[in-house]
């Protein structure tokens, strides 16, 4: 018979005397917050890069004081422990990011602690050792529990990587781009498919909506122009941070960034072209917020375009939302291109 996984407060006991507050959880999800809040004392932190799950968690969890922000080692280092619930099969990119740049928020002498799914982890143990010196494996962690102390300091050395997207056939733009944000080291294909069938008026208000690191609209403002203006949406700090970056290098004239987990910020009705790439997942919940406030954002006679390989689910939504519709095949992607009556 199998054994069974151990939870997280099981795994987190074989560590206990090395939790000593102030604690800070970094990117757990609600479920695991809730299961480690029964061991943590009140008042402990929680970390979240995006500000959907952070107000998820603030309002289940009135006890945590949620922290937000585009990186982890913006907190102050006022922490005595920090722990890390590593997901199951998560960005890799994005878990070595955390324990960099969790060493930066730990008093001297503070631990980290990850808690892996995985019984057997081969990601880890060497990474910490990278970063912290030494690594601790209780035994009674079944080697999916590790901590380390901060014993010294070190530079800070930040998790990145560009990428080239020719614009034209005489102009390439080169973006940054960093773990957690969509789409890590790479111009993502549906992105690709919609730059490729998006037509931008000259002067046109364009609403990048979930703009990740600002591909689209950075892309959509060389065809407004000089005249023209980018709004860039998005709930992930750390992607409106790099879309300010990246649209700052390439020269973009006029532009701004809104922060939010309900899609508010820009004036509603006051776009001629919105762009849409939404996460397609939760049953088309995000996809069909997407859609709905996209409609809002658009002056009478405005755009909207939305890329998705999920056609059957897009097709209804899309024909509900705005009525007429049209379908376009690209990269093995759809593009949908309406228009608000």
């Known amino acids: 018979m199998p054994r069974r996984k151990p939870s997280l407060t099981e795994l987190l006991a074989a560590v206990s005397p090395r939790v000593k507050p102030p604690v800070l959880v970094v990117l ?3 479920r695991e917050l809730l299961e480690l809040e029964q061991t943590l004392e009140p008042g402990f932190s929680d970390y979240q890069m995006d500000l959907f799950p952070a ?8 006890r945590a004081k949620v922290e937000t922000s585009a990186d982890l080692w913006n907190l102050p280092a ?5 722990i890390f619930p590593a997901p199951l099969r998560g960005e890799r990119a994005l878990k070595l990011d955390v324990l960099e740049q969790g060493f ?16 057997k982890d081969d990601l880890f143990q060497p990474a910490l050792k990278k970063v912290f010196g030494t690594v601790h494996s209780p035994m009674n962690g079944r080697n999916s529990v590790f901590w380390c102390a901060r014993e010294r ?19 390439s733009y080169t973006f940054t781009s960093r773990p957690g944000a969509f789409s890590y080291g790479r111009f993502d294909h549906g992105a690709r498919a919609l730059c490729e069938a998006m037509e931008i008026p000259e002067g046109a208000r364009v609403l ?9 609209g950075i892309l959509a403002a060389r065809k407004a122009g000089p005249a023209g203006f980018i709004a860039f949406l998005d709930s992930n700090l750390r992607s409106l941070e790099l879309a300010e970056l990246n649209a700052r290098n390439v020269g973009v004239p006029n532009f701004q960034t809104y922060a939010s987990a309900q899609l508010k910020g820009p004036e509603e009705a006051s776009f001629d072209v919105v762009l849409a790439n939404p996460p397609y997942f939760a049953n088309m919940s995000i996809a069909q917020r997407f859609v709905q406030r996209g409609k809002d954002f658009l002056k009478p006679g405005g755009t909207f375009y939305l890329v998705t390989k999920q056609i059957e689910a897009a097709t209804k939504l899309m024909e509900e939302t705005f009525g007429s519709v049209d379908t376009y095949e690209k990269r093995t992607y759809f593009i949908f291109i309406a228009q608000k009556k």
């Open 28 to 30: 757990g999800t609600l």
């Open 78 to 82: 006022e922490f005595q422990t920090v």
């Open 208 to 216: 990048d909506l979930g703009c990740g690191i600002g591909t689209n």
């Open 55 to 62: 107000e998820r968690v603030q309002a289940e969890i009135p």
């Open 153 to 171: 300091d070190r530079p800070r050395r930040r998790h990145e990587m560009t990428f080239n997207v020719r614009a034209d056939e005489t102009t």
């Open 104 to 119: 930066h928020v730990l008093k001297p002498g503070g631990s980290f602690i990850v808690l892996s799914p995985y019984e």
